[in-house]
């Protein structure tokens, strides 16, 4: 008897195990392959799927390299939860399969999946890499030619142009976004995005990269157009995937014609100390180039995180300049430099300016003075100190105290002790 029961337990705890292996992971990717239609098949991504078993969901996740291109998931209206040896997953590039549905995407030609991941009721299973043939994939119905940039110009206030870099684009097909990204060298000036646009293959599209009010169509990061820093290239992103770039030559005093681009301007090229010698004066001195400005010109010195004084530009006309020398002087400030209130200390040396130009943050440079230098400079005082140099410095001699008279009565022995005697004789007590 015991041993029929114990025979029993055994074939119970055998038939068990395919599930609760399945239950427990074993889910797995046995291919990836293109299909083409053929009345049962799809223009598709096809994904053979193994040992399936799910309470909720099964989803596949179509890469290209670390680029996620689109989710499938399994639709539970048509195949219902439970166990299943085998699964094909289709990720068609036209319209989706009815029992996987897809998350937006544009299967573009020149950007192939090479790999799936399963996830089997929240919890991934298994990742699989593979190969498919590039023209193969490019062939399918429904992927797209990659967007291209086909020209970068100025255009004026014309009808429906604006003043702006117009950015004529090709070939775009898009599931959720169009993003232009305008540069001068390798700085980015402002990125433009496509709005009102409904998603879907556009044979053209112009960009428009406004210099004053953004175009309806074209949201653009804050930006100010700079008479000096002229556009010279345009990056395009397609759903969040670079399709191309355009490196062009605008013309540069067109575009500092153009209505919106700002006269301000100014760069740092240097700051270091400078001594006394009839021009200059004992002073952090900071080298200023192409300083174009309307209202006011400010250098912030810093020591770290530390704001120790500002600069403020006096007596100079405003308009261009090629150089100028903001002069931070540890004594009297300089005519042309007021600065805000300070005490130059020996153990607080400046390592930091930054410009601003009617009122915008224009440049910063970090420095290293030396220290020995900065702390014999006239001017600098003892941490201790707190004298200030603004318009002037100032020194006081210190205050010696007048001395206090102690007066040392001794313990009281009798009626009245000899020093009292005496204290009381001179009318002390």
């Known amino acids: 008897m015991k041993k029929s ?7 119970i705890m055998v038939c068990a195990l395919p599930g609760i ?3 427990n992971g074993n889910s797995s990717i046995e291919s990836a392959v293109i299909t083409h239609d053929n009345g049962v098949l799809k223009n598709a991504v096809s994904v053979e799927l193994k040992d399936v078993t799910f ?4 989803q596949v996740k179509l890469y290209s390299g670390e680029t996620l291109l689109t989710t499938a998931t399994l639709n539970t209206d048509k195949l219902g939860t439970g166990s299943y040896p085998y699964l094909t997953c289709c990720i068609a590039t036209q319209t989706a399969d009815e029992y996987w549905a897809l998350t937006p995407w544009t299967p573009k030609d020149d950007v192939v999946p090479n790999r799936a991941v399963l996830v089997v009721d929240g919890h991934e299973e298994n990742t699989k890499t593979f190969t498919l043939d590039a023209d193969e994939w490019a062939a399918l119905p429904g ?25 004529d684009l090709k070939d775009i097909t898009f599931a959720d976004s169009v993003q ?11 990125t433009a995005t496509l709005q009102g646009v409904n998603p879907g293959s556009h044979g053209f599209l112009t960009c428009c990269i406004a210099t004053e009010t953004a175009d309806a169509n074209w949201a653009l990061t804050p930006w100010t157009p700079k008479d000096n820093i002229v556009p010279n290239k345009a990056v395009l992103f397609v759903d969040g995937h670079e399709e191309d770039t355009k490196k062009f030559t605008l013309n540069a005093e067109e575009w500092a014609a153009l209505p919106g681009t700002a006269s301000y301007s100014g760069s740092i090229e240097r700051a270091g100390i400078t001594h006394a010698n009839g021009v200059l004066k004992n002073a952090v001195s900071v080298d200023l180039k192409n300083v174009n400005f309307e209202s006011s010109v400010q250098v912030q010195l810093y020591s770290g995180e530390t704001l120790l004084t500002t600069a403020t530009l006096q007596g100079v006309n405003p308009g261009r300049h090629d150089f100028l020398t903001c002069c931070i002087a540890t004594e009297t400030a ?7 209130p300070w005490t130059p200390k020996d153990d607080v040396v400046p390592n930091k300016v ?5 009122g915008n943050k224009m440049d910063t440079m970090e420095f290293t003075l030396d220290a020995a230098e900065w702390k014999a400079l006239p001017g600098t005082v003892l941490p201790s100190s707190g004298s200030t140099t603004g318009g002037e410095s100032h020194w006081h001699s210190p205050v010696t105290p007048a001395p206090v008279p102690v007066v040392v009565i001794p313990p009281k022995t009798g009626d009245m002790t000899i020093w009292q005697s005496i204290l009381h004789f001179f009318g002390v007590i």
Do not use: Q, Y
């Open 21 to 23: 292996a399945s239950a």
């Open 143 to 167: 992927t797209a030619l990659p967007g291209s940039i086909e020209r970068a110009v100025i255009t004026h206030k014309k009808g429906d142009l604006k003043d702006a870099v117009s950015i």
């Open 354 to 358: 930054v410009l601003f130009v009617d």
């Open 55 to 58: 309470k909720t969901s099964v």
């Open 334 to 340: 300089d005519a042309n430099w007021a600065l805000t």
């Open 180 to 190: 232009v990204k305008l540069f001068s060298g390798d700085t980015l000036l402002t």
């Open 5 to 11: 029961l114990a025979m029993m337990l055994v074939l």
